[in-house]
Antibody, heavy 119, light 107 residues
Framework: EEQLLESGGGLVQPGGSLRLSCGAS????????MSWVRQAPGKGLEWVSH????????DYADSVKGRFIISRDNSKNTLYLQMNSLRGDDTAVYYC????????????WGPGTMVTVSS | DIQMTQSPSSLSASVGDRVTITCRAS??????LNWYQQKPGKAPKSLIY???ILQGGVPSRFIGSGSGTDFTLTISSLQPEDFATYYC?????????FGQGTKVEIK
């Protein structure tokens, strides 16, 4: 069974940093584009970033560009999100998601990890 | 950026009802349109991709249609486990964008 599991969330002060991880199992991780999607409390879904299968290409939402860095280690089947200069509006549940090969839907999701930015 | 607009934002329906949710893109996304179901406190679940293809294990009462800018998700006979929030999302271009969601509640 294909599974994703996020970790690394928690409480951080404004201006602080946090690194999220997402471990994959039951799938050939190195074959797939991977994404981060977030959801602020009581709000809808927002795409944050994605990374190519090789890790050579990345894209970011304007709201996080220059502050967040997505990366992956295919030897460890793990996706990362380095979050710097955190702000209150970054408070959200962060999900990692596998992208389908052809139509690029988010076909597998992790359960999410909560990030709270507050003093 | 491609804007995705869902309607309605919420609806009340009874078990057995036929329910239709619409999603409109601000420009053509071809058939790169996906639907997700989310229950409270849970991660979203992929229901339909490529506008009309059901993910494995998704019941056939979920029907997706459309192409270009106008899309529809229909639940042919609403079941108790279908009460949730539904999101459309385009995967045609970056940034990937979601509709604001449609909450399906029990009447």
């Amino acid at each position: 069974e294909e599974q994703l599991l996020e970790s690394g969330g928690g409480l951080v002060q404004p201006g602080g940093s946090l690194r999220l991880s997402c471990g994959a199992s039951g799938l050939t991780f190195s074959n797939y584009v991977m994404s981060w999607v977030r959801q602020a409390p009581g709000k809808g879904l927002e795409w944050v970033s994605h990374i190519s299968a090789t890790g050579l290409q990345t894209d970011y939402a304007d709201s996080v560009k220059g502050r967040f860095i997505i990366s992956r280690d295919n030897s460890k089947n793990t996706l990362y999100l380095q979050m710097n200069s955190l702000r209150g509006d970054d408070t959200a549940v962060y999900y990692c998601a596998k992208n389908g090969a052809t139509w690029r839907a988010f076909d597998i999701w992790g359960p999410g990890t909560m990030v709270t930015v507050s003093s | 950026d491609i804007q995705m607009t869902q309607s309605p934002s919420s609806l009340s329906a009874s078990v057995g009802d036929r329910v239709t949710i619409t999603c409109r893109a601000s420009q053509s996304v071809s058939r790169y349109l996906n639907w997700y179901q989310q229950k409270p406190g849970k991660a979203p679940k992929s229901l339909i991709y490529a506008a009309s293809i059901l993910q494995g294990g998704v019941p056939s009462r979920f029907i997706g249609s459309g192409s270009g800018t106008d899309f529809t998700l229909t639940i042919s006979s609403l079941q108790p486990e279908d009460f949730a929030t539904y999101y459309c999302q385009q995967s045609y271009d970056t940034p990937r964008t979601f509709g604001q969601g449609t909450k399906v509640e029990i009447k």
